[in-house]
């Protein structure tokens, strides 16, 4: 129709981000940059011991120290029970919980053992150093696959064995044409966000508040475990997130620290600052990914699977922290990934050992589970003289099988894949590779003494974790909206990504829009940001909340610009006509004023230009991918130059391409380190020795070679209104199986790599005709 016009679309738009503006002007507000007067700053006195039994503390030292008002051991808060789980009691896991200072016993190098409380910071470092700590050394436990020692006089380390599975795995390994066995490790590391953990516990005794600050990640469910610790009612506590440097998993679950500095903070009568530095993050921190498996898998002799059987070892460390079992569990029921496997059987030993705890780390379980699948796929392929390749194609799901139901579970729920065609994305990356072209190169390049080789890893990711997430949208009188949201924002883009669900909604400019976040006393529900959930969860319940705030302007306008509902249309702020949109509009400002309590044209409608939306879901969304590495090797150093690293992956929809884009590159750049450089050792005493960047080797822009995304929309998910699907871990979790498999093609040994990171040391010993050592346990 002549005069038409229509509202922009913001959602598939890589429009600039709104959390930028104040970041590059030097305004952001980290945990660093927050002070309240009067504050107090901690600091911790940690244990220099793997395992032991505390025979005394001395702490007169540090207490006769000009400027220290107290110094703390676990007597002094006997009353505050361990590090409780998040998502609440697991009777069978609470005597593994981790004390907030020790009691009888250190079981890593780093255990809080004292606090001390003082007047500045370097006060605090001073006297925490003279704080005199008697241990009794005890025997250590490095290796989860060996023994199980004692935990305490009544338990082993030994903590439970997870089963999970379907069909005779047994009658299938024994009838098989082949059977197929690997050992397989993932070494030890975890995230390194630029910003270290930190927090700003205030009590406002006036109001009878407890105030949190620096929270990142699950401010909600942080509110949640402290009510629960503290016997305080959730309402009493506020919990704010600021500006987070980083989340990655390691940020923002609740650690000792966090608890310290809140009670102190309610006893001291005066505010208290923590902020951790890098050595204590380095050995305090949540560690992750360590495993050893031992799998085998009965192939026909198409190299088809017909069954997988793996028996893994999860390292845990010495407690168990706010995840509980979420990693070793969840590694069971995703390890058959995005294959067809007729008969299963998983048995994870979750053992703990004297080294750091352990929790998430981004694509907790997937990182692991997709080295190892993806080798035992190199392993198929190899001992039955086909393209591995073929052998995925072979095994994938079908578009047709979609969806498609697995008898396991991970986070609580029977496992359901909504919807893909994995073998059509593996033609479209070859496609778009130009593969045989490619392929011919390589071998060229090898015939002239080149070691370069090329690798594939598919997997398929989970995201958009339940069961619900709700948001309220509020537009004031000067037509300014503001979102308020549950949800945390750790640098992914957040902000900009619901700000575009709700312009596109509701018909503003996504500049327009105020996200809210993180503000436990803003909004009384919200699960934040893990799990690859909030596109999903949050953004679902966003666009919701603006259809129906939407329909509430729309039919205040009707009645002010006497015309039907369904004939109006909102653009760029304003209601007009969609027939005359050059005639007669109002502003989404003044309809809020129509819409005041006091206005006369309220009626009977609820006061307010404002909503809340929720969106619930049964089942998480389950987007797919494939990894292509080209590496280089250097024969004579054991060095590995990634050459040229490409990722196919169909997120359903996309809200912001260049965002997605972004979280891949970013993702795919720690997958690196875990694949080539990052590993957290220690010595036959337990003592750390990865303590500073001098010997926890992190990527650089030297070692990070182009990334090309080939990002598709392919398959929306029927999940939720958008049919978006995540994307946070989808640039990590191939990573290390697929350049794995690119090393040994580049050194000509199908096979050869058996354990990650593939270190120079490693790599030499394979080129030096040496089998790959056991798993090393440190």
């Known amino acids: 129709m002549t005069g038409m016009t229509t509202a922009p679309k913001w959602i598939g738009q890589s429009v600039l981000r709104l959390e930028d503006p104040p970041l590059v ?21 940690r244990s220099s ?6 025979v005394g503390i001395d702490i007169n030292a540090a207490r006769a120290v000009p400027g220290v008002v107290a110094v703390w051991i676990a007597a ?49 470092e001073d006297a925490a150093d003279l704080v005199a700590i008697e241990i009794e050394e005890l025997p250590v436990v490095l290796a989860a696959d060996a023994a199980p020692g004692e935990f305490s006089a009544d338990r082993n380390t030994e903590v439970a064995v997870f ?18 066995a690997l050992e397989l490790a993932i070494g030890r590391h975890s995230g390194v966000p630029l910003e270290s953990r930190g927090g700003i516990g205030r009590y406002d005794a006036s109001r009878a508040i407890l105030e949190l600050h620096g929270a990142a990640k699950v401010p909600h469910r942080n509110r949640e475990l402290l009510s629960r610790m503290l016997g305080l009612p959730p309402s009493s506590i506020h919990v704010h997130e600021s500006h987070v440097g980083g989340g990655f998993g390691i940020r923002g679950e609740l650690y000792p620290e966090d608890v310290l500095i809140c009670v102190a903070a309610m006893r001291l009568g005066r505010p208290v600052k923590w902020i951790e530095d890098r050595r204590e993050h380095l050995i305090a921190a949540n560690h992750s990914r360590q495993q050893i498996h031992q799998i085998r898998a009965a ?16 390292d845990q460390g ?24 007729p008969a299963y059987r998983a048995t994870g030993h979750f053992r703990l050992t004297n080294k750091t705890p352990a ?52 986070l609580g729920e029977e496992i359901e894949h909504d919807s893909g065609d994995y073998a059509g994305l593996l033609d479209k990356l070859l496609e778009a590779l130009d593969w045989p072209t490619l392929k011919a190169e390589f071998a060229r390049r090898r015939a002239a003494g080149e070691a370069v080789g090329a690798g594939f890893a598919m997997f398929v990711e989970k995201s958009g974790l339940g069961p619900a997430d709700g948001v309220r949208i ?7 909206v503001e979102l308020i949201t549950g949800g945390a924002s750790l640098g992914q883009g957040f902000e900009t990504v619901m700000a575009q669900v709700c312009a596109d909604g509701l018909g503003v400019d996504y500049r327009r829009v105020r996200v809210t976040h993180g503000q436990t006393d803003r909004i009384a529900y919200g699960i934040g940001a893990h799990a690859s959930r909030a596109t999903v969860m949050t953004a679902s319940a966003t666009h919701n909340a603006a259809l129906k705030l939407r329909a509430k302007a729309l039919d205040m306008a009707a009645e002010l610009m006497q015309a039907p509902a369904d004939a109006l249309d909102i653009i760029d702020g304003k209601v007009m006509r969609k027939d005359a949109p050059a005639g007669p509009s109002i502003a989404l400002a003044e309809i809020a004023k129509h819409l005041a309590p006091t206005s006369k044209t309220l009626g009977d409608r609820e006061p307010g230009l404002s909503t809340e939306g929720w969106f619930r879901t049964r089942h998480q969304v389950y987007p797919y991918g494939i990894h292509l590495a080209v590496v280089k090797v250097d024969r004579d150093t054991g060095g590995v130059e990634v050459e040229r690293y490409v990722i196919a992956y169909d997120i359903g929809r996309a809200i912001n391409p260049a965002l997605v884009e972004g979280q891949i590159v970013g993702g795919f750049v720690q997958g690196l380190g875990g694949a080539l450089l990052e590993e957290f050792t220690f010595n036959e005493r337990g003592d750390p020795l990865a303590t500073t960047f001098a010997d926890y080797l992190l990527p650089t822009a030297r070692e990070a070679p182009p990334v090309d995304v080939i990002l598709r929309e392919d398959y929306a998910s029927p999940l939720n209104p958008l049919g978006i699907k995540g994307a946070g871990e989808s640039g990590i979790t191939g990573v290390g199986a697929a350049i794995a498999s690119a090393i040994d093609e580049a050194i000509g040994l199908p096979g050869a790599v058996t354990q990650l990171p593939i270190t120079p040391r490693r790599l030499r010993q394979i080129l030096n005709g040496k089998s790959q050592c056991k798993p090393s346990p440190m």
Do not use: W
């Open 474 to 480: 509020e537009v004031d009188e000067a037509g300014m």
């Open 318 to 341: 010495a407690y168990l922290r706010t995840h509980a079992a979420r990693v070793p569990h969840m590694t069971a029921g995703i390890l058959p990934g995005p294959y067809r496997v």
């Open 359 to 410: 929790a998430t780390y981004r694509a907790p379980g997937r990182y692991e589970t997709t080295f190892v699948r993806e080798r035992l796929i190199d392993a198929i392929a190899s001992r039955l003289g086909m393209d591995a390749n073929e052998v995925r194609r072979r095994n994938a799901i079908a578009v047709d099988e979609m969806p498609y139901h697995r008898p396991l579970e991970a």
């Open 299 to 314: 192939v026909d002799n198409e190299g088809r699977i017909l069954a997988i059987d793996d028996r893994y070892f999860h």
């Open 49 to 54: 011991h793997a395992h032991g039994k505390i």
């Open 76 to 124: 002094d808060i006997a009353e505050v029970p361990p590090i409780d789980f998040r998502d609440g009691r697991i009777p069978a896991f609470e005597p593994y919980r981790q004390p907030v200072l020790a009691t009888e016993r250190v079981r890593y190098v780093g255990e809080p053992v004292a606090a001390v409380f003082a007047h500045d910071p370097y006060t605090a």
């Open 25 to 45: 002007r030097g305004c952001g507000r980290f945990a660093g940059d927050i002070s309240f007067p009067y504050q107090l700053h901690m600091r911790v006195a």
């Open 163 to 180: 089963r999970q599975g379907y069909g005779d795995v047994d009658a299938v390994l024994r009838s098989a044409p082949l059977v197929v």
